[in-house]
């Protein structure tokens, strides 16, 4: 089965800078990866995602790029602010046999922005 | 407003109290799933259902049931729960079953702790 690690696992940056989290996946048979973020005391929120056809997708101050030969995809958080401290986490998701389909998640980054 | 409800979304327990934790929606999704979260897992596939009347199981389902008797209702019952289910529950939605590549709503969480 597919197999999603995520590094780092804690991520401490200051406001301002750039946040780089990596992801890398095992089965080439996944072609959707969702970027979620996650507050305290709330579920996860879908923040951008990338089909496997393309290879990067902006909106504002979040980029994900994706490198299929590498089996491999990033979240680039540019000009980081105090609002964007929460847990992230990766996924990626394939079409099963049989019709369903499968997301699996990475274990998480705790992304902290300091003043 | 789009919604993915959990109730409750704090339960202390005991070991082998039957209990339900409920998840509605309000977008008339085909797709419901159950996951849980735990320290450095991230989150994993309990159960999952296409739509009324069908579920399959995920990658943790030992000690779960659900059902999906309406579309809008995807509940998940620990019969007799046992310490190693103590974690954060989550309940997530998406459209169309059969199109992996959507991204999946989520409740805000339920807490369960079994003593």
């Known amino acids: 089965g597919e197999n999603v690690e995520q590094h780092p696992s804690t991520l401490s940056v200051q406001e301002g800078d750039s946040a780089v989290i990596k992801c890398t996946y095992s089965?080439?048979?996944?072609?959707?990866f969702p970027w979620y973020k996650q507050e305290l005391g709330k579920g996860p929120q879908l923040i951008i995602d990338i089909r496997s056809n393309v290879g990067e997708k902006k909106d504002q101050r979040i980029a994900v790029t994706l490198n299929k030969t590498a089996k491999h995809f990033s979240l680039h958080i540019t000009e980081t602010q105090p609002e964007d401290s929460a847990v992230y986490f990766c996924a990626a998701s394939m079409i099963l046999t049989g019709g369903g389909n499968k997301l699996t998640f990475g274990t998480g980054t705790q992304l902290k922005v300091e003043l | 407003e789009a919604q993915v409800t959990q109730n409750p979304r704090y339960l202390i327990t005991v070991t082998g109290k039957k209990l339900t934790v409920t998840c509605s929606q309000n977008m008339n999704h085909e797709y419901m799933s159950w996951y849980r979260q735990d320290p450095g897992l991230g989150l994993r596939q309990i159960y999952y259902s296409m739509n009324v009347e069908v579920t399959d199981k995920g990658d943790v389902p030992e000690g779960y049931k659900v059902s999906r008797k309406e579309k809008r209702n995807f509940p998940l019952i620990l019969e007799s729960p046992s310490p190693n289910q103590t974690s954060l529950y989550f309940c997530?939605?998406?459209?169309?079953?059969?199109?992996?590549?959507?991204?999946?709503?989520f409740g805000d969480g339920t807490r369960l702790s079994i003593l």
């Open positions: 089965d080439s048979a996944s072609n959707y």
């Open positions: 997530a939605t998406r459209d169309r079953a059969g199109i992996s590549n959507q991204p999946q709503h």
